[in-house]
């Protein structure tokens, strides 16, 4: 099993510009989670989905974030328009009973 | 959600026991101990988790206080791989599964000196 899979791995772009990112879960693990770190704030929770649904957004800072999940074996997080606040390492995790298993994170800088 | 209260830092020899503790004084009784590690440019990684009783696995051991209010994780014997920041978590749990939700804070930063 190749575990959670997130790309890119890392994003350069300037201030307005729309950011995806992407996250492949396990499979058969049916909860996702969003998470964001920096350096500030440490490791938030942004949102998360069980089989598919959103559950929980109250971590999403504000409406410039959105997240989806169309299916159980892929997720995105938007960002739309990107603020340099927004450059963080950006974690997609994976759960299927107790242990949530991390992606490699994808690294954001929003110049 | 209930907090818990790690040291900043901790320092330990390689080859070594290491006792990481936790406080979580405010635990209610469907709150599962979780704890997970993340190495330098890494994501977090699950180490090890319980309810009431102590628990092994091939990476940890987690003590449990008697009155859940604090429990340690145990490297039994350190290596240099094990330097870390270690996050104590509290994950709230219904019919005896956890809910999923961890909620991160500071956690402690373990420094492995050879």
């Known amino acids: 099993d190749a575990g959670v899979i997130q790309s890119p791995r890392h994003e350069v772009t300037e201030m307005g510009q729309e950011v995806t990112l992407r996250c492949k879960p396990i499979s058969g693990h049916n909860s996702l989670f969003w998470y964001r770190q920096t350096m500030m704030r440490g490791l938030e929770l942004l949102i998360y989905f069980n089989n598919n649904v959103p559950i929980d957004d109250s971590g999403m800072p504000e409406d410039r974030f959105s997240a989806k999940m169309p299916n159980a074996s892929f997720s995105t997080l938007k960002i739309q328009p990107s603020e340099p606040r927004d450059s963080a390492v950006y974690f997609c995790a994976a759960s299927r009973y107790n242990e949530q298993f991390f992606g490699p994170g994808t690294r954001l800088t929003v110049l | 959600d209930a907090k818990t209260t790690q040291p900043n830092s901790m320092e330990s020899n390689e080859e070594e026991p290491v006792h990481l503790p936790c406080n979580h004084s405010?635990?209610?009784?469907?709150?599962?101990i979780h704890w997970y590690r993340q190495l330098p440019s890494q994501g977090p990684e699950y180490v090890i988790h319980g309810l009431t009783s102590n628990v092994n696995n091939r990476m940890a051991s987690l003590a449990i206080a008697e009155d859940r209010k604090s429990s340690t994780l145990i490297l039994h014997r350190a290596t240099l791989r094990d330097a870390a920041v270690y996050y104590c978590?509290?994950?709230?749990?219904?019919?005896?599964?956890?809910?999923?939700?961890?909620?991160f804070g500071q956690g402690t930063i373990l420094t492995v000196h050879p």
């Open positions: 978590i509290l994950q709230r749990g219904t019919g005896g599964t956890s809910y999923g939700k961890l909620t």
């Open positions: 405010t635990i209610s009784g469907t709150d599962y």
